[in-house]
C-alpha cells in the first residue's frame, strides 16, 4: 500500500454519512442562535475582570495540568508504536505524537492527527500499515477512557443533569452502565482472544493482552481527567471537580458530532448551558478564554515549530 493509499483509508474511515452530516448542520445552527442569544446576556466589563483576576496562583497549577495532558496523550504513540511492533525511539514517538496532538486539536483530527500521523511517522521508517495500526490505538485509547470516566460519573450519579433535560435518574444510570461496558468488554475480549490475528481491509489486526488493554483505558481516562482539572482550576471551586469534568465531557461528545476544529464555539455553549446557573458567566466564559489559550493556542505554536524541526531531521532526527 502506498503512502497516498494509506492516508486515503484514514480518511475514509473518518468519512460520515449523510445523516451525521445533517445532525451536525442541525447542531451548529443551534449552537450559533444559542451563542447569539446568551452573547446579549453577557456582561463583557465582568468577563474582563475575572480575566485580571487570573494569578500565578490560578494560572501556573492549570498550566500544569496543560503539560500534564501532553505527557498522558503522548504515551497513547507509545502504545501505538509497541502494538505495531516499530522500535523508535521513545523522544521521537512523544515528540511526533505531541506534534499531532497539538495539532489535531487546532485542525482536525483527519489533518493533524492523521495526516500529521502518516508524514511524520512514515519519514521515521514506520510502513503504511504499521502507521494505520499505530492511529487506531490512539484513536481507541482516547474513546476508552473517555467511557470510563463518562460511564462511572452517569452510573454514579456523579453530575446532576439540568431538570429542563426530562432525563430521569434510572435513565441516565442505565446510559453509564452502557458506557462502562464498552471498556469491559473490549479488556474481556483481550482476555478471551489475545494473540488471535485477522485482516481487515488488507491490515492485519490482533488482539492486544489484557494488560495492554488496561494501560489504555488508565491513561486516557487520566489525560481526561487532567483536561477537567485545567478548567477546574481555573474556575476557583465555584464548582465541583466531577461536574466540570462530566460538563467536559460531554462538550468532547459534542464536538464530534458538530466536527469544528478546536471545538469552536461548542465547548463555550456546552459549559454556558450546563453551569451558567452555577457559574458567575464572566467567570466562567474568563475561564474559558484561559482554557483555550493555555490548551489549544500556546500548545499549537510549540507544536507548529516542532513539526518543522522534525521535517527537518527526517529520518535521522533522534
Known sequence: MTGAEALSAIRQHAHWPAWRRAIGILFIAAVLALIARKLGTIDWDAVLAA????????LLPAAGFVALCGLLYSQFDVLGCRYAGHPLPLRRVMAISYVSYTLSLNLGATLGGAGVRYRLYSRAG????????????????????????????????????????????????????????????????????????????DHDVYMPTVRFAALQCALSAAHWMAMGAILYALLHTHAT??????????????????????????????????????????????????YRSLYYLIPLMIGS??????????????
Open 51 to 58: 480575566l485580571r483576576g487570573f494569578n500565578a496562583r490560578t
Open 126 to 201: 514506520l510502513s503504511a500499515p504499521q502507521v494505520w495500526s499505530l492511529f487506531v490505538v490512539v484513536v481507541t485509547t482516547n474513546w476508552l477512557g473517555y467511557a470510563v470516566l463518562a460511564g462511572t460519573i452517569l452510573a454514579g450519579e456523579l453530575v446532576v443533569l439540568p431538570p429542563e433535560w426530562g432525563l430521569p435518574a434510572a435513565l441516565t444510570r442505565m446510559l453509564g452502565m452502557l458506557m462502562l461496558a464498552i471498556p469491559a468488554a473490549y479488556v474481556a475480549a483481550c482476555a478471551l482472544w489475545h494473540g488471535r490475528h485477522r485482516t481487515v481491509r
Open 241 to 290: 471537580y466531577f461536574t466540570v469534568l462530566g460538563v467536559l465531557l460531554a462538550s468532547g461528545l459534542a464536538g464530534v458530532v458538530v466536527r469544528i476544529p478546536g471545538g469552536l464555539g461548542v465547548i463555550e455553549t456546552v459549559f454556558l448551558t450546563m453551569l451558567g446557573d452555577q457559574v458567575p458567566h464572566g467567570l466562567l466564559l474568563a475561564a474559558l478564554i484561559a
Open 305 to 318: 515549530v516542532s513539526y518543522f524541526v522534525l521535517e527537518a531531521r527526517g529520518k535521522h532526527g533522534g
